[in-house]
C-alpha cells in the first residue's frame, strides 16, 4: 500500500527549531513533487512548502519563508522540513501529502497522518 | 490573493438527503478546482479534480460542478460515513496553493 507517515512533531519552546521527517513507501517517491501542509488546532489547512522532483522547485508559503527549509532524500524515500524561528502560530498538525498530475493541474492525492507541533514556553 | 470563501460553514443532514457545499473564488482563474473530505481525526482525501472529475474509488454520489468563480460539491444521498469536514482548493499564482476554511457537514 502507498503510504506517508510523519514524525517529529513534539513540544518547542518559541524561537525554537525542530526537524520533522515524511516516510515514503508503496510508490516511486523520487517521480513525485511532494508538499508539507498543516492545520492549527480547529483551522482549516494551509499549504507551507513544495519541493520538486531531484529537490529542484522549491517553494514556500510567506508565512514561513526564510525560517522553514523544506528537504528530500530520495535514496531514504523521505520529505523533511526543518523548522527554526519557531512561533506560537506555527503550532499545527503537519501534513505531508503527494503532488499528482490530474486532469490539468496538480492535485494532493496522498496524505500522511500528520505529526503536531506545539510552540509554547 | 485568491479567497476561496465556503459555505455554508456548517450543514445540518439526515443520512439519505442531498448535501449541496459551496465554494467561491475572489477571482476568476480556472477550473482546476479539488475538493477533499476530513474526518476527525484523519488526514484529508481527494475527492474531486478539476471541479467535476471523481478521484479514483470515490463513489458516485459524490460530484462536482461549477466554473469561474462558482464551484458545487453535492453529495445525491449521505452515507453515515460521509459526515465530516469539506474542503475546497485551487491552485493559482504558481506555486501558491489556497484552501477554504472548510464547510463542516455534521448528521442532525
Known amino acids: 500500500d502507498e503510504q506517508l507517515v510523519e514524525s517529529g512533531g513534539g513540544l518547542v519552546k518559541p524561537g525554537g527549531s525542530l526537524r520533522l521527517s515524511c516516510a515514503a513507501s508503496?510508490?516511486?517517491?523520487?517521480?513525485?513533487?511532494m508538499k508539507w501542509v498543516r492545520q492549527a488546532p480547529g483551522k482549516g489547512l494551509e499549504w507551507v512548502s513544495s519541493?520538486?522532483?531531484?529537490?529542484?522547485?522549491?517553494y514556500y508559503a510567506d508565512s514561513v519563508r526564510g525560517r522553514f527549509t523544506i528537504s528530500r532524500d530520495d535514496a531514504k524515500n523521505s520529505l523533511y522540513l526543518q523548522m527554526n524561528s519557531l512561533r506560537v502560530e506555527d503550532t499545527a498538525v503537519y501534513y505531508c501529502?503527494?503532488?499528482?498530475?490530474?486532469?490539468?493541474?496538480?492535485?494532493?492525492?496522498?496524505w500522511g497522518q500528520g505529526t503536531l507541533l506545539t510552540v509554547s514556553s | 490573493e485568491l479567497v476561496l470563501t465556503q459555505s455554508p460553514a456548517t450543514l445540518s443532514l439526515s443520512p439519505g438527503e442531498r448535501a449541496t457545499l459551496s465554494c467561491r473564488a475572489s477571482?476568476?482563474?480556472?477550473?482546476?478546482v479539488a475538493w477533499y473530505q476530513q474526518k476527525p481525526g484523519q488526514a484529508p482525501r481527494l475527492l474531486v479534480y478539476?471541479?467535476?472529475n471523481r478521484a479514483p474509488g470515490i463513489p458516485a454520489r459524490f460530484s462536482g460542478s461549477g466554473s469561474g468563480t462558482d464551484f458545487t460539491l453535492s453529495i445525491s444521498s449521505l452515507e453515515p460515513e460521509d459526515f465530516g469536514v469539506y474542503y475546497c482548493?485551487?491552485?493559482?499564482?504558481?506555486?501558491?496553493?489556497?484552501f477554504g476554511q472548510g464547510t463542516r457537514l455534521e448528521i442532525k
Open positions: 501529502a503527494r503532488d499528482r498530475y490530474y486532469g490539468s493541474s496538480h492535485y494532493f492525492d496522498l
Open positions: 482548493q485551487q491552485r493559482t499564482n504558481w506555486p501558491s496553493i489556497t
Open positions: 508503496g510508490f516511486s517517491f523520487s517521480n513525485y513533487d
Open positions: 478539476d471541479a467535476s
Open positions: 519541493i520538486g522532483v531531484s529537490g529542484t522547485h522549491i
Open positions: 477571482q476568476s482563474f480556472s477550473s482546476s
